[in-house]
């Protein structure tokens, strides 16, 4: 998962949901186009290369995120953005 949601969120005490993209190793997500961005094994703390679906956009309850791995670049950060832009028709 990379959290996307406002740090201000994230950080508040009584707010329980942060906003989520999945990520998946499916090659079938991989061909899905501007709405998906690979992301290489070794960034952010990742054992092994994955596609972030920003498609697929969703919240969850924080508790069920149980570990941090790590930071995204500015650069794939930038790249998750556009897909999300694209997934959600926003200029």
């Known amino acids: 998962m990379i959290v996307v949601s406002h740090d201000g969120f994230?950080?508040?005490?009584?707010w329980r949901s942060v906003i989520v993209v999945p990520m998946s190793t499916s090659k079938t997500q991989a061909r899905r186009g501007p709405t998906v961005v690979e992301i290489p094994g070794g960034a952010g703390g990742l054992a092994r290369a994955g596609i972030a679906v920003c498609?697929?956009?969703?919240?969850?309850?924080?508790?069920k995120l149980t570990?941090?791995?790590?930071t995204l670049s500015r650069e794939l950060l930038r790249s998750v953005e556009e897909a999300l832009k694209a997934a959600l028709d926003i200029e």
């Open 55 to 63: 498609h697929q956009v969703t919240t969850l309850d924080r508790i």
């Open 10 to 14: 994230n950080q508040t005490p009584n």
């Open 67 to 70: 570990r941090y791995t790590g």
